[in-house]
């Protein structure tokens, strides 16, 4: 079965520190995607960044990169220069194939605070 | 602009008296997804339309139903709810191998 684990329930980070958020997974998929999303208090949930299992370089966008290691099943999220708007709860979700079909499934999540 | 609508943001509804949340999208998606956020966990997966082809998770209760008419709307009918059924309802679309999935606002559902 397919899984997703957020090992880090909080974390902390000094204003424009860099931090890292960890992600590890599950899957006997050879094709799979990863991806991380934002949900700030308002409750929306806000895409941030995608990668494919075949996906030969790491993704970044912007202040966010993956750190992507196959091996090790895992695909940390790393927010470069925190800002305090940052702070939100950050979700680690894969897409799975059943049926032909992808479905997303969604980590515990972790909750960022930024620190002036 | 908003490319998946979520009505209403809130919905306050009686214990046992049926409820409807809507979904709609501008993005020409064929995959819908319905996903409950109880407080403080993760969006628990309950459906998902692939074109028409509805796809039930094993845990989804039989309370919760969805009808897709068209591409663009999907709603989520609880039939009869319970007091643990007060959470938030994201609706998300994307293409059906997705390179990223998109959001709505959500409903946050209040059962009184």
């Known amino acids: 079965a397919q899984k997703i684990t957020q090992t880090q329930p909080g974390m902390f980070v000094q204003e424009k520190e860099a931090v890292t958020l960890d992600c590890t997974y599950d899957?006997?998929?050879?094709?799979?995607?990863l991806f991380w999303y934002k949900q700030p208090s308002s409750g929306e949930m806000i895409f941030l960044i995608y990668?494919?299992?075949?996906?030969?370089q790491n993704a970044t966008e912007g202040r966010y990169s993956l750190n992507f290691q196959k091996a090790r099943k895992s695909a940390n999220l790393v927010i470069s220069a925190s800002q305090l708007g940052d702070s939100a709860m950050y979700f680690c979700?894969?897409?799975?194939?059943?049926?032909?079909?992808?479905?997303?499934?969604f980590g515990a999540g972790t909750r960022l605070a930024v620190h002036p | 602009d908003a490319m998946v609508i979520q009505n209403p943001r809130y919905q306050v509804t009686q214990f046992g008296k049926p409820v409807t949340l809507s979904c709609s999208q501008t993005?020409?998606?064929?995959?819908m997804y319905w996903y409950q956020q109880k407080s403080s966990q993760a969006p628990k997966l309950l459906f998902h339309?692939?074109?028409?082809?509805?796809?039930n998770e094993a845990d989804t209760p039989d309370n919760f139903q969805s009808r897709r008419p068209n591409t663009s709307f999907c709603f989520l009918d609880i039939r009869s709810p319970g007091l643990g059924d007060a959470a938030m309802y994201l609706c998300?679309?994307?293409?059906?191998?997705?390179?990223?999935?998109?959001f709505g606002q959500g409903t946050r559902l209040t059962v009184v």
């Open positions: 998300a679309t994307s293409r059906g191998h997705p390179t990223e999935a998109f």
């Open positions: 899957t006997s998929d050879p094709s799979y995607g």
């Open positions: 990668q494919g299992s075949y996906d030969q």
């Open positions: 979700a894969m897409s799975r194939t059943s049926g032909g079909y992808n479905k997303l499934i």
């Open positions: 993005l020409n998606h064929n995959v």
């Open positions: 339309y692939y074109d028409k082809d509805f796809n």
